[in-house]
T-cell receptor
Framework: DTGVSQDPRHKITKRGQNVTFRCDPISEHNRLYWYRQTLGQGPEFLTYFQNEAQLEKSRLLSDRFSAERPKGSFSTLEIQRTEQGDSAMYLC??????????????FGPGTRLTVL | GNSVTQMEGPVTLSEEAFLTINCTYTATGYPSLFWYVQYPGEGLQLLLKATKADDKGSNKGFEATYRKETTSFHLEKGSVQVSDSAVYFCALISVEALNFGKGTSLLVTP
């Protein structure tokens, strides 16, 4: 049984560069979520997809951030022109389509981004 | 908006001590409530959940009861172990997003 996977696990980049992260949800989970977690804080919601449709975006998701889920399976999160304030752990989660457990989200290990 | 507030840590306990981590919520309606745990070097894991008032969630000896009168969902365990050392997050579901507290770090010493 494979859980949510994320790639890369760590990314170090220079300010102004673009970065892209990938998330593979649990098989058959139709909902996918992105969160950001900074040191000493709880995760903060960024965006979510149901199948390939992006249905909700947080105000935290500035114009430099874009997320896609083109075939309703894996998702990518791109940050353009990175800033030092973007340094954080980026978490992906997925949840199943059945009614009973639909509000339970299963998290991946995260991608730690460091912007120098 | 919907939010949770949990007690600040760090909390340090001796093995076999009783644990309580307080969590209170503000919400429209009665959203599902969760406790997630993050062990050192690992991702967030669901510890337990409760979907309606008076529900009790339990797992691995941990318990939490959804109390609408006090808008609380306190996490308890009767006898903690060193392996329980982790960061614990209280959360509620708001539409599709989980709203998390800031987390409470627990250190259990032998």
């Amino acid at each position: 049984d494979t859980g949510v996977s994320q790639d890369p696990r760590h990314k170090i980049t220079k300010r102004g560069q673009n970065v892209t992260f990938r998330c593979d949800p649990i098989s058959e989970h139709n909902r996918l979520y992105w969160y950001r977690q900074t040191l000493g804080q709880g995760p903060e919601f960024l965006t979510y997809f149901q199948n390939e449709a992006q249905l909700e975006k947080s105000r935290l998701l500035s114009d430099r951030f874009s997320a896609e889920r083109p075939k309703g399976s894996f998702s990518t999160l791109e940050i353009q022109r990175t800033e030092q304030g973007d340094s954080a752990m980026y978490l992906c989660a997925s949840s199943p389509p059945d009614r009973i457990s639909t509000d339970t989200q299963y998290f991946g290990p995260g991608t730690r981004l460091t912007v120098l | 908006g919907n939010s949770v507030t949990q007690m600040e840590g760090p909390v340090t306990l001796s093995e076999e001590a009783f644990l309580t981590i307080n969590c209170t919520y503000t919400a429209t309606g009665y959203p599902s409530l969760f406790w997630y745990v993050q062990y050192p070097g690992e991702g967030l894991q669901l510890l337990l959940k409760a979907t309606k008032a008076d529900d009790k969630g339990s797992n691995k000896g941990f318990e939490a009861t959804y109390r609408k009168e006090t808008t609380s969902f306190h996490l308890e365990k009767g006898s903690v172990q060193v392996s329980d050392s982790a960061v614990y997050f209280c959360a509620l579901i708001s539409v599709e997003a989980l709203n998390f507290g800031k987390g409470t770090s627990l250190l259990v010493t032998p």
